[in-house]
Structure formats: C-alpha cells, structure tokens
C-alpha cells in the first residue's frame, strides 16, 4: 500500500530552534510537494520540486524556511530559527506529473503538527 | 492569482440525506479539480480527481462535476452515512507548469445518526 510518509507526527519546541521535517514520498513519483495548514489561512503551497528540482518556493519565508530534496526518497523542510507563528500543521504532498495526459493526483502524508512555544 | 471558494462552511444534516456541497474558483484555466476528505487531525485523503476535459467523476456514493467555463464544481453525497463526517476541500491545479494546488477553505460535514 503506498503512502506518503511523514516524520516526526508531532513536534513541539522552544522559539529559537531549528526543526526539520522529513517526507519519504511514494515511489516513481516524481513531484513533492509542501503545503502549511493553518486555521487562519487554510492550506497554503510552501514549496515543490519535480525531479528533485526547486521549481517554486514562493510560498516560504526565505529568511528562515529551506527545502530539499537530497534524493528521491527524502524531502526536507528545515525552520531554523522557529518562532510561534509557524505553529501549523506541515504537510507532504507527491505527484507524478506527466507533460501530457492525464495525472497530477496528489497524495498528501498525514501531516507533522508543529507546536512553537 | 486563483481563489477557490466553497459553500457552505458547514453543514449538519440527518443521516440518509443526499447533499450537494459547492465549490468555485475564479480562473477557469485550470488542468484539474480534486475533491478531498480530512478527518479531525488528520491528513488528506484523495476522493476524485476531474480533470479539465471531464464533466464528472464518479466514486461510490460519490459524484463530483466540473463546469469549467462557469468555474464551478459540486460533490454530491448520496444517502449520507454519521460515517461520511469530515471536512470536505476542493483544489484547484492551475494550467500552467505550475502544478501545486489552491485549496477552498473546506465545508466542514455533519452527518447525524
């Protein structure tokens, strides 16, 4: 059963310290993608990548958010430093995108709930 | 920039109910149309996909429609179940190379037994 995965579920830590959340995307899928849940804002694009590429990282704070994709099987969001507005909910998306036909599903991993105190 | 709008936010109705929830978007040029679930703490789960050349989608109790050029899609619920209580998202992939999502604030489902 394929899934994307999401480490770790659940996060809580002190203003000032870097976190990282990992994806482990499905496997041939050749799109990842990052999205914040909020209760204010909903859900919110951060970042993707297609073939390990940055294509758009519009959606983050560059100051203080990073993503990467080191291989095909690990996706990263690093928050260094935090602060209490990231508090959100982080979510990992994959996708295979194809230049032509039909696709594009995503398939969302259940989420790293980040608590910044 | 894309806006997807759904209504109503929320909605509780007796269980065997049909129900219809809304969803619109201001651009129509978009590649797909994809209706999510999502349980209370819980990540998203992929119901349909309408891509932009279909009407319609059919999964189960569930029916969801596409009118592209009006920038309007319904997901339709037959004989709801207390089971089929959750939030309930429409996204939008935009016809570009850009192929991340644009998300509705959801239609937060109520199904009473």
């Known amino acids: 059963d394929a899934r994307v995965t999401q480490t770790p579920r659940h996060k809580v830590t002190e203003m000032g310290q870097e976190v990282t959340m990992r994806c482990q995307p499905i496997?041939?899928?050749?799109?990842v993608f990052w999205y914040r849940q909020t209760m204010m804002q909903g859900l919110e694009l951060l970042a993707y990548?297609?073939?390990?590429?940055?294509?758009?990282d519009s959606g983050m704070p560059k100051d203080r958010f990073s993503a990467e994709m080191p291989d095909a099987t690990l996706a990263t969001l690093k928050i260094q430093p935090s602060e209490p507005r990231d508090s959100a909910v982080y979510f990992c998306?994959?996708?295979?995108?194809?230049?032509?036909?039909?696709?594009?599903?995503?398939?969302f991993g259940p989420g790293t709930r980040l608590t910044v105190l | 920039k894309q806006e997807v709008t759904q209504i109503p936010a929320a909605l509780s109705v007796p269980e065997g109910e049909n129900l219809v929830l809304n969803c619109s978007f201001t651009?129509?040029?978009?590649?797909?149309l994809q209706w999510f679930r999502q349980d209370p703490g819980k990540g998203l789960t992929s119901l349909l996909l309408?891509?932009?050349?279909?009407r319609e989608q059919t999964s189960g109790r569930l029916n969801a429609s596409l009118d592209k050029s009006s920038g309007r899609s319904t997901l339709y619920i037959a004989a709801s179940q207390p089971g089929d209580s959750a939030t309930y998202l429409c996204?939008?992939?935009?016809?570009?190379?850009?192929?991340?999502?644009?998300f509705g604030s959801g239609t937060r489902l109520q199904v009473q037994p």
């Open positions: 998306a994959s996708g295979l995108v194809l230049s032509r036909g039909p696709g594009n599903e995503q398939f």
């Open positions: 496997l041939g899928h050749n799109t």
């Open positions: 990548f297609r073939n390990r590429a940055p294509l758009d």
């Open positions: 651009d129509s040029a978009i590649y797909n």
């Open positions: 309408i891509q932009s050349s279909q």
């Open positions: 996204a939008v992939t935009a016809d570009t190379g850009r192929r991340a999502l644009t």
